[in-house]
């Protein structure tokens, strides 16, 4: 079994991104600038943007983080974004999602400039991603191809079997798993709540990328010996063990689904770290106008 380790991947990218960056500076270009936009003081949301904006520093980026209070108008927060979207220096923008109830999150993404969505969320590059453009594609998905390409991952002829289908994963995944392209080429299954026979068609599965947020919902009689198994959840648990009080687990039971896996992503160290180099990739793609031209 293959253990495929988000957290040493993530870093050769950021390197590789650091790398890069020193190039551009030394040839007298302009630093990337990525700005996150922060609305409300939910704890987990503070926690993902400060860490965006560390990775930022890591690689040699310059980060903006533009804090605003929960109880700002949806038009304000249109007037914001569009005011980052017209400043020459910023090239990628992120706005922190959850939102509060008040604002259209729809309403905020379509805002969002397509040239500068590094997180991908926006109609148009969800449509360049379906059609096979150059694309921002979004940063988890993203990063579980990333994984998939740098460990050797067939995929071509292969059945594919994604549980879950949010904008922000599921959906996405499909559509990547089915491309011609590699990795891609897959025969796609995409599954949700409304699916019946769930565990008969994940035992089909050759590779079985699971993104439904339901603690251990994968258990090993769901899953095919030799499958691969990309895990996508994240969840707190209580743990009086550890000094924090809590340790971290996936969607899918490890422990028993790892001994049949021929590959499987662990939580946490699995999809979870990529992701945030994902964002970092597309925000240098941008600032070299590698996606739009
Ligand atoms: P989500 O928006 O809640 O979507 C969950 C999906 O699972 C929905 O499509 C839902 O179907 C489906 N589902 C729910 N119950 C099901 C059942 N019994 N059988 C089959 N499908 C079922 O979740 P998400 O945003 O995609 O996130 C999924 C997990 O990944 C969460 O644990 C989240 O924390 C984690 N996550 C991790 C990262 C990372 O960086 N590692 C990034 C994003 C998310 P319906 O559409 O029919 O409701």
């Known amino acids: 079994m293959i253990l495929i380790d988000g957290k040493k991947t993530s870093s050769e990218i950021k390197n590789e991104i650091a790398t890069r960056v020193a190039e551009i500076k030394a040839e007298g270009g302009k630093t990337p600038h990525l700005a996150a936009v922060l609305v409300g003081n939910d704890g987990a949301s503070q926690t993902y943007v400060g860490a965006k904006v560390k990775a930022c520093e890591e690689v040699g980026f310059q980060s903006t983080l533009v804090r605003l209070e929960s109880d700002i108008s949806e038009a304000e927060l249109l007037k914001v974004?569009?005011?980052i979207n017209e400043n020459p220096d910023?090239?990628?923008l992120i706005v922190q999602l959850p939102l509060p109830k008040h604002i259209s999150v729809d309403k905020v993404t379509n805002k969002i400039k397509p040239e500068k969505?590094?997180?991908g969320f926006t109609p148009a590059n969800v449509g360049r991603m379906t059609l096979?453009?150059?694309?921002?594609?979004?940063?988890?998905?993203y990063g579980i191809v990333e994984l998939l390409k740098r460990y050797n991952i067939e995929t071509s002829g292969k059945h594919c079997v994604v549980i879950g289908r949010s904008h922000i994963v599921g959906s996405p995944m499909s559509i990547l798993m089915a491309r011609n392209g590699y990795p891609g080429n897959a025969t796609v299954t995409l599954t949700h709540s409304k699916t019946q026979n769930l565990a008969e068609i994940c035992r089909t599965a050759d590779i079985l990328i699971v993104a439904i947020g339901k603690p251990e919902f994968v258990t090993a009689d769901m899953v095919k010996p030799g499958a691969v198994v990309i895990d996508v959840g994240i969840h707190r648990i209580e743990d009086p063990s550890k000094k924090s009080g809590f340790r971290l687990i996936g969607d899918v039971k490890f422990d028993e689904v790892?001994?049949?896996a021929s590959a499987i992503?662990?939580?946490p160290g699995g999809v979870g770290p990529m992701t945030i180099a994902a964002l970092l990739y597309n925000t240098l793609q941008s600032a070299e106008k590698k996606v739009f031209g």
């Not at 096979?132 to 998905?141: D, E, F, G, I, Q």
């Open 81 to 83: 974004v569009e005011d």
């Open 90 to 92: 910023i090239d990628g």
């Open 117 to 119: 969505d590094v997180d």
């Open 132 to 141: 096979n453009w150059p694309a921002y594609v979004a940063a988890t998905p």
């Open 258 to 260: 790892a001994p049949l």
């Open 265 to 267: 992503t662990p939580v």
